[in-house]
Protein backbone atom coordinates (compact mmCIF):
# COMPACT_ATOMS: atom_id res chain seq x y z
CA UNK A 1 0.00 0.00 0.00
CA UNK A 2 1.46 3.11 -0.66
CA UNK A 3 0.13 7.30 -0.52
CA UNK A 4 -2.03 7.10 -3.72
CA UNK A 5 -3.86 3.75 -1.93
CA UNK A 6 -7.24 5.24 -0.53
CA UNK A 7 -8.94 2.40 1.51
CA UNK A 8 -12.89 2.10 0.00
CA UNK A 9 -15.37 4.38 1.92
CA UNK A 10 -18.83 2.74 2.97
CA UNK A 11 -21.97 3.86 1.19
CA UNK A 12 -23.56 3.48 4.30
CA UNK A 13 -23.88 6.72 6.53
CA UNK A 14 -21.83 5.48 9.94
CA UNK A 15 -24.52 7.19 12.19
CA UNK A 16 -27.91 5.49 10.67
CA UNK A 17 -26.76 2.95 7.94
CA UNK A 18 -28.44 4.74 5.16
CA UNK A 19 -27.46 4.22 1.70
CA UNK A 20 -25.55 8.33 1.34
CA UNK A 21 -22.56 7.46 -0.34
CA UNK A 22 -21.64 10.89 -0.43
CA UNK A 23 -22.05 11.52 3.38
CA UNK A 24 -19.56 13.57 5.18
CA UNK A 25 -18.44 15.62 8.42
CA UNK A 26 -19.42 19.32 7.89
CA UNK A 27 -19.09 21.99 11.07
CA UNK A 28 -22.28 23.88 12.30
CA UNK A 29 -22.00 26.26 14.72
CA UNK A 30 -18.83 24.54 16.42
CA UNK A 31 -20.12 21.26 15.96
CA UNK A 32 -18.93 18.77 13.88
CA UNK A 33 -21.89 16.30 12.69
CA UNK A 34 -22.69 13.85 10.00
CA UNK A 35 -24.52 15.19 6.62
CA UNK A 36 -25.75 12.64 4.41
CA UNK A 37 -25.00 15.03 1.18
CA UNK A 38 -23.58 18.18 3.32
CA UNK A 39 -27.13 19.32 3.19
CA UNK A 40 -29.31 17.06 5.11
CA UNK A 41 -28.34 16.07 8.55
CA UNK A 42 -28.51 12.76 9.64
CA UNK A 43 -31.39 11.22 11.12
CA UNK A 44 -29.79 9.64 14.00
CA UNK A 45 -27.81 12.66 14.97
CA UNK A 46 -28.58 14.19 18.38
CA UNK A 47 -27.88 18.20 17.75
CA UNK A 48 -29.98 18.29 14.54
CA UNK A 49 -31.56 15.04 13.75
CA UNK A 50 -35.39 13.98 14.09
CA UNK A 51 -36.98 14.38 17.35
CA UNK A 52 -37.79 10.73 19.04
CA UNK A 53 -40.50 13.06 21.60
CA UNK A 54 -43.30 14.69 21.07
CA UNK A 55 -43.70 18.45 20.47
CA UNK A 56 -45.81 20.07 22.62
CA UNK A 57 -48.82 21.60 21.16
CA UNK A 58 -49.06 25.37 21.46
CA UNK A 59 -52.36 26.98 21.34
CA UNK A 60 -52.44 30.81 19.68
CA UNK A 61 -56.10 30.92 20.07
CA UNK A 62 -57.06 32.13 23.90
CA UNK A 63 -60.47 30.09 24.47
CA UNK A 64 -63.09 31.87 26.70
CA UNK A 65 -65.23 30.50 29.60
CA UNK A 66 -68.91 30.90 28.69
CA UNK A 67 -71.34 32.93 31.13
Given at each position: MDLLDVPARSAACPG???NAPAWTRV???GLRV???DAD???PKIRHFGAS???APVVS???L???A
Open positions: CGATVDLAHVFCTQPLVRGVA
